[in-house]
Structure formats: structure tokens, C-alpha cells
């Protein structure tokens, strides 16, 4: 069992940073691959980024890639998204999961924290 709670984020303007931070509880945590999705209003669930179990690896959608950067701190049961040059289009719930390996599909993620509003004023 794995529980997930983002926080880290909040308003800000277009051009600006955001650093998200996932805190899991449990054992396991290097047992799983995390990752971070969002939605926006509207919208389905989409991939943001993803990063292996060991953190050798690391995965992102192309809307994000050379902007975001997915990082972890096992010893730390933390998981990070560093959000740089944000957009308007960057607004939406972010969610943390976790899985077995990085998955795009969110229907294979076994567990999800509540997620964190980031707004983009442009």
C-alpha cells in the first residue's frame, strides 16, 4: 500500500517556475515507478512525465519535454516535477502515481495522490 500527497502548487505567471513535491508513505517506495499527470478543465487525464524506480530513467510528453524535469529521493520517499518557462496551457490538477513501471495509460497506475491545482496566468 502506497499513499501519495502532492502539494507545491499555486498561481503563477506565464514564463514562471513551479516545483511540485509527492510524498509517499510505505516501505515500498522504490519498488515503484512514479509519475505525474494532469487535467485540465475539460479534459481527460493526460501523461506529464514519468521516472523509473531507480531514477535511471526518466519519460515526458512532448508539451512539457525541455521545460519540466521529473526527479527522485528515494531515501526520501519523495518524488519532484520542477514546472520551468510555464504556459497558460501548463493549468490543471497534478496527480502523482505510482506503478510498477512507467506506463502512459493511466489505467494501469495502482495508486494516486489528491492531486495539486497549477495555474498559469497569462
Known amino acids: 500500500q502506497v499513499q501519495l500527497v502532492e502539494s507545491g502548487g499555486g498561481l503563477v505567471q506565464a514564463g514562471g517556475s513551479l516545483r511540485l513535491s509527492c510524498a509517499a508513505s510505505?516501505?515500498?517506495?522504490?519498488?515503484?515507478?512514479m509519475a505525474w499527470f494532469r487535467q485540465a478543465p475539460g479534459k481527460e487525464r493526460e501523461f506529464v512525465a514519468g521516472i523509473s524506480r531507480n531514477g535511471g530513467a526518466t519519460y515526458y510528453a512532448d508539451s512539457v519535454k525541455g521545460r519540466f524535469t521529473i526527479s527522485r529521493d528515494n531515501a526520501k520517499n519523495m518524488v519532484y516535477l520542477q514546472m520551468n518557462s510555464l504556459k497558460a496551457e501548463d493549468t490543471a490538477v497534478y496527480y502523482c502515481a505510482a506503478h510498477r513501471i512507467v506506463r502512459t495509460q493511466e489505467e494501469f497506475y495502482d495508486y494516486w495522490g489528491q492531486g495539486t491545482q497549477v495555474t498559469v496566468s497569462s
Open positions: 510505505g516501505r515500498t517506495f522504490s519498488s515503484y515507478a
